[in-house]
């Protein structure tokens, strides 16, 4: 398939699956020691729109920072994707609402650039907010939405188009993994790219851990109400009896290591009921779950990381303060 039929009716998308991730992660995660919840969950309607003000708060640098190298860069940007005049497949991971993304549609499509725009997400609901929002404003822009895991839908662009792709992972959603982990995501990708593709991602970088201390806990208690909301997420979902004033946030992060690490703590000893998992937790006075790691990056880290996934790095650009970093890898 060309690039000039890949094109996909909302109707055709995979339904979501029938099993429950969630109650997964909770059986698995809450009988760990320490327990942990994975932020993947953060993000029902309420969370999502506890991230959003999050985006906004002035001690949140990240989402103004990649914003900056956007849209000061975007020429640039063009320039890489499209070096010698053949179309190309803008492929985004974990497209959610585009919003910086669009950025690029925007300049790509007023300067007529030869692309498809494939937005790659897990929510069918983001999927179709995205795809009626991106057409209503470039009817003509060629949208071959998936409704998938990331690998699972570039494994099938790559059966489908040998067109030159370009995999967006923005945001700093490469902070979340573990090392081992980001190798692994970044492996996987190189085995399913051509020579020639790229992937774009955003890396947050280290700086005074004062900035991102404050980042991960801004006054407003935004990031505090976020992360409860996953408490209350799982009593909504999975019938359990959460007591959120039982609960308090605490955040930290180690200069040493480059991780700000994200934890639930119990404020008392007790036991909580699961009811959908006929499952009992019990706490102790202080006890935590652990619920994200966002790690930061050094220059040699992230150079390291391409190197040893098989990638070249062609492309550095940050904002103006040096905060945030979109990187250019080449497979």
């Keep these: 398939m060309d690039l000039e039929s890949a094109v996909i009716d909302l109707d055709t998308l995979t339904p979501a699956p029938s099993t429950s991730p969630l109650a997964d992660e909770v059986r698995m995660g809450l009988q760990t020691t320490p327990k942990r919840l994975s932020s993947r969950f953060f993000y029902d309607a309420e969370g999502s729109r506890l991230f959003q003000e999050i985006m906004h708060a002035p001690e949140y640098y990240l989402t103004r920072s990649e914003y900056e190298i956007l849209n000061t860069y975007k020429e640039d940007f063009l320039k890489q994707f499209t070096p010698d005049g053949r179309p190309f497949e803008l492929v985004e991971l974990g497209a959610g609402d585009g919003l910086k993304t669009k950025i690029l549609l925007g300049f790509f499509a007023d300067k007529n650039a030869n692309f498809a725009y494939t937005p790659v997400d897990i929510s069918v609901d983001a999927l179709e907010d995205l795809v009626v929002d991106v057409r209503q404003k470039w009817p003509d822009l060629r949208l071959n939405p998936r409704h998938d895991d990331y ?67 801004d006054q407003q208690g935004l990031t505090r109400a976020f992360n409860l909301n996953l408490l209350r997420r799982i009593n909504r979902e999975l019938d359990a009896d959460f007591n959120l004033s039982a609960f308090d946030h605490y955040e930290v992060y180690n200069p040493e290591t480059g991780e700000a ?71």
Excluded: C
Aim: glycine share 6%; net charge negative.
């Design 151 to 217: 690998f699972n839908a570039l494994q099938q662009l790559s059966e489908e188009s040998d067109a030159r792709r370009v995999v967006l992972f923005l945001g700093s959603n490469i902070g979340n993994f573990t090392p081992d982990a980001a190798l692994d995501f970044y492996q996987q990708l190189h085995d399913r790219l051509q020579p020639g593709d790229l992937v774009l991602t955003g890396f947050d970088l280290q700086k005074h851990p004062a900035i991102i201390h404050a980042a991960y806990n």
């Design 261 to 331: 690490r994200s934890y639930l703590v119990s404020q008392k000893a007790q036991t909580v009921q699961i009811g959908a998992l006929d499952m009992k937790v019990s706490f102790e006075y202080g006890e935590i779950i652990h619920t994200e790691i966002s790690r930061k990056f050094t220059r040699a880290q992230i150079e390291n990381l391409a190197q040893q996934a098989g990638f070249s790095l062609i492309g550095w650009f940050t904002d103006s303060n040096g905060y945030f970093a979109d990187v250019v890898f080449e497979r």
